[in-house]
Each structure stands twice: as structure tokens, then as C-alpha cells.
């Protein structure tokens, strides 16, 4: 039996690729307001978060570490310029 | 020649006997008079042999405990009287939807509250049916002698395992404190059941999946990683509340017990065939009842006692039988008229004679004699 | 990253907590001090009572066990003591912990049995609509106290301490990397280890008290901005720690353990046979 799959958005920049699962964002905004460089924010009509400043991001994973489900998370890249 | 092994011993002790004897491995429980002392022999018995004894710190953390240590596939049990088997009902309904058998022994005593601690009554005849809140399956076995005291407790542990559901084992203060002389059976005597298990380890994605009307057929944990809960749940053991997964499974749940009646069943009848006074007793009051029984037969009357052995589910269909033809149902009992409501279903009203004894006495021979002089018989 | 989905039932994703609940961050701290253990997903059963944070169990893939309101520490007692080589890990509310629950939590402190036990404490009972609990502070609007709560509240340090607990710690949900520690070094422990993790329910305590607590987000602030070190709080007066939260290892010692104890006797009167 195969592990259910989310369905994932994917952003990029030079430092990592973030990932945000629709199915399991509740729009909780945790993520956003604990990110130090304001990468996130709030789509306000599906009520998800999105990395419209994804440039911002800098790749420390505050926003995984603190949403509570399991709905973002960052895989960082090999040999990225910190 | 093996020497036959006999014993002069206690009702509650044969009781802890028949539960070493069935294979019990984990006790847990609470003192409350008049059962203490079998969990004073599961003490000393259990870490002699391999098993866990856990004086718990109440009543509902004894059988908590027992339904933990079933779940990892120890067979468990706990003992309480009146006041501890009210604190337990809610945890007796839990085993019943999660399925999971346990084997709860109540020395039943005066009530209600604190009651008489140390006198005998028939007080939880009803509450070991309907004690626990909603719809659920309930066994229930009443011994009248040492001897039932270690047999039908065995069979308790039969029973539970079979049917995954908790099984009560209703003695009383009498029936757990008399003395007599029994043979203690040899191994394999009687056979011993033990619960089905799925083969297969790692997940279990269906713990509650069944074929019709049969036990669920859980892992014990550390075999096999699933869920169990209280809540009513679909065949993979996770919460529903689709109102047809729901239906389905509280109906299965007490189907699984009363389509197998015949594995159930247990009663004695004596002299019931042409009876026109029949007795229905359980337990003590039954000795008592067959002693007046046999006592008026001696007189030429036509008497006889049908005795439950398992009251719950009640063999309505044998009793009916033999109430059809008697003029009169005696209905000796210890307690205000628990039998006697059950009785009603079955039988004309007007043909019962409850004889109720509420005052901490024993119930004898001559209360139930007495009971029916008026009658022209 | 890190892959939680070893760990997780995700066909039952997403949780029903709401958004931004504590519950599913203290959650990942868990599944992650779990991973450090290296234990197996067989070997480790996790048991709830009834609330929001009971729900936990249904989500992670190893032996689950929901039990009834505030009797998981029994029913984890009895796993445990049948079956010592489990790794048995209790999660419960403030409510089921400590009021319903009460008895259980200090007896198993007492036995110094070895189960983990991680007390999500937002002091409320949320799950039944925000009835104050045994940790609700003082003057609170819930739905039972509505002109404020005039009940004390427990310390659960102190009662875990007190009841003989041998690894009792206190955390929060934004102090996470140091929840991850705390948790970890419980479930490493030999003996009864108590966590207690200070969170926040803004749908049902925080709406009601929005004067005090503010929003969601600012009830993870107050956490950061008022959580103080064991170490630091130390040095303070009574009146300066009114309303902080000292986080830190109030407890960790050494005592021989309820099965090991229990093992003792087996092997003595069973002649080792056992």
C-alpha cells in the first residue's frame, strides 16, 4: 500500500527549493510572520501561503520548523553561496 | 496413576485458580471487600510465573490497565465488588467496541453505595447488562459453588478471548467466601481458547475488518502497528461517523455474541420438565432454591429450578419453555427483584412469586418455603 | 528537510486541529526527538485520552491507542508493565492530564514507570468548546468561568516533581529546537518523564480573552517574548516571574524504574525460570 502524495507548489531561488502543500495549509499565517526576510504571504482568496518573495528567501527553514501542518517545507540546495 | 488433585479452598481463591488455570499472564485491581482475596493470590501468584501483578491506585485504573496489557496480548483480568464495578462501566463499554477481552470478576455485596461490605447480595444483575452507557454485547456468568468459581472462570477467559469482548464473572459475598472441596482439573482437561491473530506483521490496515457477524481479528501490539479507539470506528480501527459504517458496527459488535448463542448458553435444570412450581435462581440464592425445590418434591409437589449459569445473554428460549408449563415462577433473589424484571419478559406476570431478600442475610431454603405456603399446592 | 512522512498516517491528513494550533507543532517536535531515539515504529505505542491533543495518536504510523477522558496513563501502565521492552509514550491535554486524569498522573509519577508523558497544555478544554481547566490563569473568560475564572491553577513542574516524577520539563510551542531536546531527553529516560508544553488555543480561550492574549500569532509571541531559563528565573523575585513562563529541566535523576523493579521480583521468586 503506496503512502498517500500531497500535492505540492514549487518555488525556487538559488538557495533552495520551498514546497507548499494546498491540501494542508489552513492559512494560519505562522509561517509568515516568523519568516525573518517576508518571503511569504497570505493568498487571500484561496487562503493559502504563497513565496511570492520567494528571491527573499534565505533558506533557515523557520517556516517548516514552526507550521503546524506540515504544509511547507524547503529542501536546500548543494554547494549554495550561503 | 496420577493423584487426583484436591482442594479444600475458598470460592474467590478456586475463582484466581480457574484464571491461572485459563493462562491469565496480568492482573490488575483495587481491594474492595468481599474480593480482595483474589487479587492477594494474583500477587503471589503471577511473578512466580512469568506473569504481571499491578495493585492500580482505583477501580477504573484497574481495568484500564487490563485492557492495556490485553492489547499487547496478555490475558487480563481485574476483581472488584458493587461500588468498584459501578467506577468501572464506562471501560467495560470501551472494551466492547474496541473489542478487546478482559475478564472482570464481581463478588457482589449489599447495596447500594457502600452498602454491607461484607454481606452477601444479588445487587448487579441488572448493571452487569446495563451498567455501561450505549448499545454493546455483555456476557455474563453467575456460579453457585467453589467448583463454578474455578470452571466458569476459566470459560470466562474462553469466552473472552473467542468473542474479543469483556466477559463478567458474577460470584457473591457467599459464593466467595464458602469453603469446599474440588478437584483442581489436570492441564489440558479443559481446553483452553485463545484469540485469533492475523499473521501478518508491520501494518495491519483492517484490525476490525470481519467476515459477517465474527470477532474482529486485532494484532497485539508491538506485532503489528494499528489504531484502537473508543470512538465508534470502520473495519481499518480509525473514527467514523458515516451513519451506515456506524449502524453496521454497533449492530455487529452485539451480533457476534447473540448468532452465537450456542457457544454461550450454559444452564441447569432440574426437575423443569414436568414442574408446575419452577424456580429461576442464580448463584447463591439458586442453592438455597434447589434445596426447596427437591425439599417439595419430597412432599409430592411438582417442583423444580431453572438455573442460568450464563445469565447474560438470558436463555430466554429454555426458560419461556419451561415457564409455559408451571403455574407458578419462584423468583428467589438477594436483592429487590432484578431476576424477577427478567422473568416478566418471558412468562405471565401473574404466574411469578418474587421472594426478595435485601437485609444481608443469606437466603435460604426456608425463606423460599415460606414464601409459597399460601399457595394450594 | 526533514521527511516526517516515516512517521506519519497521511491518508488521514490534514489534522483537525485548527489553524495555527500549538497541538501540530509540538506534534513535529515530537516526531522529531522520536527520530533521534532510532526506535522502531513497532517497538513504540502512543496513548490519549479525550481532547484535541488526544487526537494526536491517529496520525502517526505506529501503535496507537485512544483510550477514554483521562484514563491513557492506566491503560499506558498496564502496556508497559505487560510488555516492559515497548516504548510507551502518553499525550494528553491540561484537562485529561490533570483534572479527570489527575489520579492517574500522580500515581504514574509516584511509580516512576517508564512512559513519556507530554502534557499539551494550553489551559482550556478546547475540544468540548473552551471550559477552563486545572492550568486556566487566573480571571480568564471561558465558557464555564464567563465573569472570569476564580479557580488557582496547578503548576505541572510542581505537581510532577512533588508526585515523584525523575525527568520533568517544561517547554513551549514557539521554543521549539528546545522542545525537541526536552522530549528527546524523556523519552530517553529511564522512568516517569513529565513534558509540559506551554501552548495557546486562540479559537476557544484566546477569542474570548482578546484584550489579554491578542491574536493568534500573538499568543506565540507571548510565549517568546515571556518564556524565562530555570537558570535565569533563578535569580528573580516573585513578583517579576508573575506571568512568565521558566521553561527548562526542573528534574532529571536516577531511580530504579517500576518494571525494572517489578523484573526483580519475577526473577527472585521465579528461580530466574521467568
Same mark, same amino acid.
Given at each position: ?82 | ?65 487490563? &485492557? ?11 476483581? !472488584? ?11 467495560? *463499554?470501551? *472494551?466492547? &467496541? ?138 481499518? *480501527?480509525?473514527? !467514523? ?11 455487529? &459488535? ?28 442464580? *448463584? ?56 424477577? !424484571? ?9 404466574? &411469578? ?25 | ?274
Amino acid at each position: 500500500m503506496g503512502k498517500k502524495e500531497f500535492v505540492e507548489i514549487k518555488y525556487e531561488n538559488a538557495k533552495c527549493t520551498l514546497y507548499i502543500r494546498p491540501e494542508l495549509c489552513k492559512g494560519c499565517e505562522v509561517c509568515i510572520e516568523f519568516c525573518p526576510v517576508k518571503a511569504l504571504s497570505l493568498d487571500k482568496k484561496k487562503l493559502i501561503v504563497t513565496a511570492d518573495n520567494m528571491e527573499k528567501c534565505i533558506a533557515c527553514g523557520m517556516c517548516e520548523l514552526r507550521c503546524p501542518d506540515f504544509a511547507i517545507y524547503i529542501e536546500k540546495k548543494e554547494g549554495a553561496k550561503k | 496413576m496420577t493423584k487426583e488433585n484436591y482442594e479444600f479452598i475458598q470460592g474467590n481463591i478456586a475463582c484466581a485458580k480457574g484464571a491461572a488455570y485459563a493462562g491469565c499472564s496480568f492482573f490488575g485491581g483495587y481491594p474492595i471487600t468481599p474480593s480482595t482475596e483474589i487479587a492477594e493470590f494474583m500477587a503471589e501468584w503471577l511473578p512466580k510465573n512469568g506473569g504481571k501483578f499491578i495493585q492500580m491506585e482505583d477501580e477504573i485504573a484497574s481495568i484500564g490497565s487490563i &485492557i492495556g496489557a490485553s492489547l499487547t496480548g496478555s490475558k487480563s483480568m481485574t476483581s !472488584t465488588s458493587g461500588p468498584g464495578f459501578s467506577l468501572m462501566q464506562e471501560l467495560i *463499554g470501551y *472494551g466492547c &467496541i474496541a473489542e478487546v477481552p478482559i475478564v472482570v470478576v464481581n463478588i457482589m455485596r449489599g447495596g447500594p453505595s457502600t452498602g454491607l461490605p461484607t454481606s452477601p447480595a444479588q445487587s448487579d444483575l441488572l448493571q452487569a447488562k446495563w451498567g455501561t452507557h450505549g448499545d454493546h454485547p455483555t456476557i455474563a456468568l453467575v456460579p453457585n459453588s467453589v467448583e463454578e468459581m474455578f470452571t466458569e472462570t476459566v470459560r470466562a477467559f474462553n469466552l473472552a478471548e473467542y468473542f474479543r469482548t469483556p466477559v463478567i464473572v458474577l460470584g457473591d459475598e457467599i459464593i466467595g467466601h464458602m469453603r469446599e472441596r474440588i478437584r483442581i482439573p489436570d492441564p489440558g482437561e479443559i481446553e483452553i481458547i485463545n484469540r485469533t491473530v492475523p499473521n501478518s506483521d508491520g501494518l495491519c490496515p483492517l484490525p476490525y475488518a470481519s467476515d459477517g457477524y465474527k470477532p474482529a481479528c486485532l494484532p497485539n501490539f508491538g506485532k503489528s502497528r494499528f489504531h484502537v479507539t473508543g470512538l465508534n470506528h470502520d473495519d481499518s *480501527g480509525f473514527p !467514523t461517523m458515516d451513519p451506515e459504517i456506524v449502524a453496521r458496527e454497533n449492530e455487529r &459488535i452485539i451480533r457476534k455474541v447473540y448468532t452465537q448463542r450456542n457457544l454461550v448458553d450454559k444452564f441447569e435444570a432440574i426437575h423443569c420438565e414436568d414442574a408446575k412450581i419452577l424456580m429461576l435462581a442464580v *448463584g447463591s440464592a439458586a442453592r438455597a432454591a434447589e434445596e426447596s425445590a427437591l425439599e417439595l418434591r419430597k412432599k409430592g409437589v411438582k417442583a423444580g429450578l431453572f438455573r442460568p449459569i450464563t445469565l447474560w445473554p438470558f436463555p430466554k428460549e429454555e426458560f419461556a419453555k419451561y415457564a409455559l408449563n408451571a403455574d407458578f415462577i419462584v423468583v428467589p433473589e438477594m436483592n429487590l427483584g432484578q431476576l424477577k !424484571t427478567v422473568a416478566e419478559r418471558f412468562t405471565k406476570r401473574n404466574k &411469578i412469586i418474587p421472594v426478595n431478600l435485601v437485609n444481608g442475610e443469606p437466603l435460604g431454603p426456608e425463606t423460599i418455603i415460606s414464601a409459597i405456603s399460601h399457595l394450594n399446592i | 528537510m526533514f521527511d516526517y512522512s516515516k512517521y506519519l498516517r497521511n491518508e488521514k491528513l490534514p489534522h483537525i486541529w485548527c489553524p495555527g494550533c500549538g497541538h501540530g507543532i509540538v506534534m513535529k517536535s515530537l516526531l522529531r526527538a522520536i527520530d533521534k531515539t532510532g526506535w522502531s515504529k513497532d517497538e513504540i505505542v502512543l496513548v490519549s485520552g479525550i481532547g484535541c491533543a488526544s487526537r494526536l495518536p491517529g496520525y502517526v504510523d505506529c501503535n496507537t491507542l485512544h483510550t477514554a477522558h483521562g484514563r491513557a496513563l492506566a491503560f499506558a501502565t498496564g502496556i508497559k508493565l505487560a510488555k516492559p521492552k515497548m516504548h510507551v509514550i502518553v499525550v494528553s491535554g491540561d484537562g485529561d492530564a490533570l483534572a479527570i486524569g489527575g489520579n492517574h498522573f500522580i500515581h504514574a509519577c509516584r511509580r516512576n514507570i517508564d512512559i513519556t508523558l507530554i502534557v499539551f497544555n494550553n489551559g482550556i478544554y478546547g475540544m468540548t468548546g473552551g471550559q477552563y481547566s486545572p492550568t486556566t490563569a487566573d480571571g480568564d473568560k471561558t465558557a464555564t468561568s464567563p465573569y472570569g475564572n476564580v479557580e488557582p491553577h496547578f503548576d505541572v513542574v510542581d505537581l510532577a516533581t512533588g508526585a515523584g516524577a525523575t525527568f520533568v520539563a517544561r517547554g513551549t510551542s514557539y521554543h521549539v529546537p528546545q522542545l525537541d531536546t526536552y522530549i528527546h531527553k524523556g523519552l530517553m529516560h529511564k522512568g516517569f518523564s513529565v513534558i509540559d508544553v506551554t501552548e495557546a488555543c486562540y479559537t476557544t480561550h484566546g477569542r474570548k480573552n482578546k484584550k489579554k492574549y491578542g491574536s493568534n500569532l500573538d499568543m506565540l509571541k507571548y510565549q517568546k517574548d515571556n518564556a524565562i531559563s530555570i537558570e535565569k528565573a533563578g535569580g528573580m523575585s516573585e513578583e517579576e516571574l508573575a506571568g512568565k513562563i521558566v521553561t527548562g529541566v526542573f528534574c532529571d535523576k536516577e531511580k530504579l524504574e517500576f518494571t525494572d523493579k517489578y523484573q526483580k521480583i519475577i526473577d527472585s521468586v521465579s528461580g530466574g525460570a521467568k
